[in-house]
């Protein structure tokens, strides 16, 4: 089952704008992880957020941890053609290695 | 470093026959991890290993799918006998056992005809 459910399913930006994505999970985690996919390729890595952390920066990216809410916000500050892809978030629990994904987010960028 | 490698990118077979994907991981990894990705159920993991041994299995769908670590540097998903609703895009992903960033492979796009 999925852990994570991202929202939304899809966004349509204009090159220059900020994306906004959303997760939200169900049970008590270790971290956070958001991965982004192109399209025909495998993910990658983008940030890590830990249970015990709030906010996290990596260049554009800017990742929120609620953990009250049980939710995630992933911000792409000033958007390129080139950040669209599918992006999902990937939880870890308890002391198992594995990371259960979201359904992931369609972030398309208009040049 | 080259990345996770799997190997074949695309895999076209017919239904019953068996099918066999490999990956080879990141030097140094010690955990790999084989997931499945269909439009209907997202990304699924099926099987990881943590030092070439097998610890988690539940994600395996059934008797068909097996997975073997033979070795640190490389891994085997067969699928004995195919079937159509196999069809899906396979990726395979290593770390550091101690660590939490994984790193993928390419995928193998399979298609069960």
């Known amino acids: 089952s999925q852990q994570g459910e991202e929202d939304p399913q899809a966004l349509s930006i204009q090159e220059g704008e900020n994306a906004t ?6 049970t008590s985690i270790n971290n956070l992880q958001w991965y982004r996919q192109n399209s025909g390729r495998g993910l990658v890595h983008l940030i890590l957020i830990r249970s015990n952390e709030r906010e996290k920066h990596s260049g554009r990216l800017r990742v929120t941890l609620d953990t009250s809410k049980k939710s ?20 870890e629990s308890g002391s198992a290695r594995q990371l259960t994904f979201g359904s992931g987010t369609q972030l398309t960028v208009l040049p | 470093d080259a990345g996770v490698i799997q190997s074949p990118r695309h895999e076209v077979t017919e239904m019953g026959q068996e099918v066999t994907l490999r990956c080879k ?6 955990s790999l991890f ?32 097996s997975a073997k670590m033979p070795n640190a540097s490389f891994s085997t998903l067969k699928i004995q006998p195919s079937e159509p609703r196999d069809s899906a895009v396979y990726f395979c992903a290593s770390n550091l056992g101690n660590t939490d960033t994984q790193y993928f492979g390419p995928g193998t796009r399979l298609t069960v005809l």
């Open chain 1, 21 to 26: 994505m959303n997760c939200s999970y169900k």
């Open chain 1, 72 to 91: 995630s916000s992933l911000l792409i500050t000033a958007s390129r053609a080139a950040d669209t892809a599918s992006y999902f978030c990937a939880t």
């Open chain 2, 25 to 30: 991981p990141i030097s140094g990894h010690n």
């Open chain 2, 34 to 65: 084989w997931y499945r990705q269909t439009m209907m159920r997202g990304l699924e993991l099926l099987i990881y290993f943590n030092n070439n041994v097998p610890i988690d299995d539940s994600g395996m769908p059934e008797d068909r799918f």
